[in-house]
Structure formats: C-alpha cells, structure tokens
Nanobody, 128 residues
Framework: QVQLVESGGGLVQAGGSLRLSCAASGRTFSQYNMAWFRQAPGKEREFVGAVSWNGGRTYYADSVKGRFTMSRDNAKNTVHLQMNSLKPEDTAVYYC?????????????????????WGQGTQVTVSS
C-alpha cells in the first residue's frame, strides 16, 4: 500500500495557475503509474491525467489537454500537476491515485476503479 498526500490547492482567478503536489510513501512507488482525478460537487470523479511509472509517458483528458502537465520525481516519491490557464469549470477537489497494475500503459488507465490508493484531496477553486 502507498500513502498519498496532496497539497498546493487554493483559490485562483480564471486564467491563473496552480501547481499541485502529491507526496507518496512506500518503496514501490516508482513501479506504478500515477494519476490525478477531480470531483466537483454533485458530479462523479473525473479522470484528469496519468503519468507512467518512469515518467516517460503522460495522458490527459481532453478537457485539460494543453493546459495541464503532469510530472514525477521517483527519487523524491512525488507527482506534480501543473495547471495553467485555469477556468471556473476546473473547480473541484483534486485527488492523486496509484495504479493497481505494475508498468501499465497510462492511456488505458482512466477509470477510478483502476486505482487502488488515494489521497485525501486538495480543493481547487477558480473564480471568474
């Protein structure tokens, strides 16, 4: 099991930027894809993006493509989500999550059920 703690959320005006971080514990962190999901009030949890176990591949939801960038530092057991050109519709609680499967293709891992460990979430609010 990997314990995950998100940080970096906050209130920002539309067009602004935020950088979320996810700190992970556990020796096997570097063997698994990591993903970010988000959940707005009254809505289902939504895939945002995923990064492969070695950081070499990323995959994003169409709604954030070109604005959000994921990265990871396996030496520091951290994952980041750089969010630029934020829109009010990006407002949500953002969660990082660890894939169930070793060394998988991040483009094929967009369902919450494919992730086994979750952080507590960090609130992102974008004002218009």
């Amino acid at each position: 099991q990997v314990q995950l703690v998100e940080s970096g959320g906050g209130l920002v005006q539309a067009g602004g930027s935020l950088r979320l971080s996810c700190a992970a514990s556990g020796r096997t962190f570097s063997q698994y894809n990591m993903a970010w999901f988000r959940q707005a009030p009254g809505k289902e949890r939504e895939f945002v993006g995923a990064v492969s176990w070695n950081g070499g591949r990323t995959y994003y939801a169409d709604s954030v493509k070109g604005r959000f960038t994921m990265s990871r530092d396996n030496a520091k057991n951290t994952v980041h989500l750089q969010m630029n050109s934020l829109k009010p519709e990006d407002t949500a609680v953002y969660y990082c999550a660890r894939d169930r499967v070793l060394f998988s293709n991040p483009a094929a891992r967009t369902s919450p059920g494919e992730y086994v460990d979750w952080g507590q979430g960090t609130q992102v609010t974008v004002s218009s």
